[in-house]
């Protein structure tokens, strides 16, 4: 089975531990996973501020480079939703290249969906991994509400040891939204302080999530109020035992 790893550009500009957690994890399930060196954008960012020509010139060089893979997988849920969702619905909805981008949605996974209803794991190798402490689960918004991702990086969590603190309103935007947040700062900036109260209240050591443009900005608002104890950590990290790679 040939898996194409889709690192995401924050990712790979930020925190490549999680690209580096995630291709652990594929390889312990067994897949040959394949990395594309030339991958960047999934086109995102320009979609959600209207760029439309950019974001498709994105999405078909995405296409071009996993065309040959069995499957993608991808540990974010903004990016795959941009795959799976807005590609096919929106962008290339009624063009002659719909069709490949639909053949290309139904092969591509968000890490944790992938892990835990395709390769059905129930114990990857080095699990449980170097952090067993108590976390609080951030669902970032279009993991949960285009992909349903919710109770598989809890999962995944759950196989490496974790304890898992429920925080109120985990399904709540954390006001990141890419350029969300610049073209309505004070909004944003309320919506992370409200997600940092309920982090402090569910009491965890640490953070976790699967998107990192919204462990970026969390994490960002948790700093700036003087929080230097709490662990931000993506799903992908503990799962693969690789949360002191990024201390």
């Not at 994105?58 to 540990?75: I, Q």
């Not at 719909?98 to 949605?105: Q, W």
Request: hydrophobic share 40%.
């Amino acid at each position: 089975m040939k898996v194409g790893l889709f690192v995401t550009c924050l990712v790979d500009l930020v925190r490549p531990n999680i690209g580096f957690a995630a291709l652990k994890l594929l390889e312990d399930a067994g897949c040959e996973v394949v990395v594309p060196e030339s991958q960047t954008c999934c086109g995102q960012p320009g979609y959600n501020s209207g760029a439309r020509e950019l974001s498709k010139t994105l999405a078909r060089k995405v296409l071009s480079e996993f065309s040959h893979c069995d499957y993608v997988v991808a540990p974010s849920g903004s990016c795959s939703g941009q795959i799976k969702v807005h590609a096919v619905e929106d962008l290339f909805n009624g063009e002659p290249e719909e069709a490949e981008f639909r053949a290309l949605a139904s092969r591509w996974y968000e890490l944790s969906d992938f892990l835990v209803n395709v390769l059905k794991v129930k114990n990857l190798p080095g699990m449980p991994g170097d952090f067993a402490g108590t976390v609080t689960y951030h669902d970032s918004c279009s993991g949960l509400r285009e992909l349903g991702i919710k109770q598989q990086p809890r999962a995944l969590l759950a196989q490496a040891g974790c304890t898992l603190s429920e925080m109120q309103d985990a399904e709540k935007c954390c006001g990141f939204g890419g350029t969300f947040s610049i073209k309505l700062g004070d909004i944003s900036t309320r919506m992370a302080e409200n997600k940092c109260v309920n982090i402090g209240v569910a009491g965890a050591d640490a953070l976790v999530g699967g998107d990192l443009g919204c462990l970026l900005n969390i994490e960002g608002r948790l700093r700036r109020n003087g929080d230097m104890k709490t662990k931000v950590f993506h799903f992908a990290e503990i799962a693969a035992g690789m949360t002191r790679a990024k201390d």
